[in-house]
């Protein structure tokens, strides 16, 4: 079994800077990849960066050049988002692709963190 605890959402201007952190803890043996999702008011959850365990990032057209994902040694998973505009405001999920003694190559899931950004 394996838990995401994220961290670090709140209210901020617009062009202001955020960073999420993304713990994750549990039996595991090994981190696959992980990410970021959001889900804005009235919107489909969306995909905004991934990490793999090689360090390969994927990011939404959206966020690009403003988000950086990023991962310590310690199962942490950053995302740093700069220049946010209020089209940023949403729930903020973290995702991980892990390998567990329950089972491998299962994806999990945080509890979310929200972001709101103001005009």
């Known amino acids: 079994q394996a838990h995401l605890v994220e961290s670090g959402g709140g209210l901020v201007q617009a062009g202001g800077s955020l960073r999420l952190s993304c713990a994750a803890s549990g039996s595991i043996f090994s981190i696959n990849a992980m990410g970021w999702y959001r889900q804005g008011p009235g919107k489909q959850r969306e995909l905004v960066a991934t990490i793999t365990s090689g360090g390969s990032t994927n990011y939404a057209d959206s966020v690009k050049g403003r988000f950086t994902i990023s991962r310590d040694n310690a199962n942490t998973v950053y995302l740093q988002m700069n220049s946010l505009k209020p089209e940023d405001t949403a729930v903020y999920y973290c995702?991980?692709?892990?390998?567990?003694?329950?089972?491998?190559?299962?994806?999990?899931w945080g509890r979310g963190t929200q972001v709101t950004v103001s005009t």
């Open positions: 995702n991980a692709n892990l390998d567990t003694v329950i089972a491998n190559g299962k994806t999990y």
